[in-house]
């Protein structure tokens, strides 16, 4: 249990509500910031505070977490008009969940040092259902004596984290993760499609890779949702098109050619095109099924 420590959450999405809870009922002052205030206001049930502004939390808090969807918005919550390094102090501790690109995550470090805060970048993995369990795996990039600070907050949100290296090192191992599940889930559908359209049951197609050598938890995951038609957001298309694009922009950055990734991400931004940012990544072989008039169905 932590000992009454007095920590601030901002981005109360699918992912930051689950860690909340978590931190709320593990012995953790919190106070939380959400742009949209009645997620905020919904948590106060926890025993939760809710301040008006980044900077109200940070004046009230040792450490403030960050969850938020993009680049773009950890920016404003960071550094915009009454952001948090507007009051930050010497001897507080930031660390940020959100998906963002290495290079960020690198520049945040030096901002936040400039004015005694200590940063740790903490990508996680596990999703909706991980983030209301407390089982997230956490990918961490910092130093040894930040990531010792982090740790009973980690205790509280994960199962498990990995120290990947420096800040830096945690995104991108987080965005090679999301490359690699996107490319999956991709090659999956378009497998149970296609057995579909010939006739085959495309629940022998699951049924085979779960007994294959490369079976794996997230197939079965996925694909009983498939075959369930079950689309509820866990990960939504438009945040899986943004780490594609941020492994895309480190791909380009260090000249590493990445064709699959390339090919995987079109089939991310048909998907957005079509109106389907805000569903679950699961959704995107919907596209393809309306395109050939068949639905993933299994037999019986
Ligand atoms: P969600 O469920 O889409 O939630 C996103 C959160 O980010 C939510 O609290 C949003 O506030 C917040 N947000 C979005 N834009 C902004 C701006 N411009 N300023 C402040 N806050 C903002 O995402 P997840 O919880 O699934 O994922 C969060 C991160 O973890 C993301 O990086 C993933 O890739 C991994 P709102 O409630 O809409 O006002």
Known sequence: MASGQRV????LGLMGRGMVKNLA?????VTVWNRTRDRAAALEPLGVKVADTPAQLMAAVDVACTCVATP??????????DGLLSVARRGQLLIDFSTIGPEQARGLEQRTAAVGVDFVEAPVTGSKTGAEKGTLLIMAGGTDAALGRAEPIFRAVGEKWIHCGPVGSGSQVK???????????????????LATRA?????????????SGYRSPYFEFKGQALLRRDFETHFAIDLMDKDLGLFLDSAAAYKVPTPATAAVRQCYELARAAGKGK??????????????????????
């Not at 773009?72 to 008009?81: F, I």
């Not at 965005?175 to 149970?192: D, K, P, R, V």
Request: glycine share 14%; aromatic share 4%.
């Open 72 to 81: 773009a918005a950890l920016e404003e919550v960071v550094a915009g008009k």
């Open 175 to 193: 965005l090679a993760g999301n490359a690699l599940i996107a490319a999956m889930l991709q090659a999956l559908g378009e497998g149970m499609l």
């Open 25 to 29: 009922t593990k012995g953790f002052q």
């Open 279 to 300: 569903q679950d990544i699961g959704a995107v072989i919907t596209v393809f099924e309306q395109l050939v008039g068949t639905e993933i169905r299994p037999k019986s």
């Open 199 to 211: 006739g085959v049951d495309p629940a022998k197609v699951l049924e085979v890779v779960q007994a």
């Open 8 to 11: 601030g959450f901002l981005g």
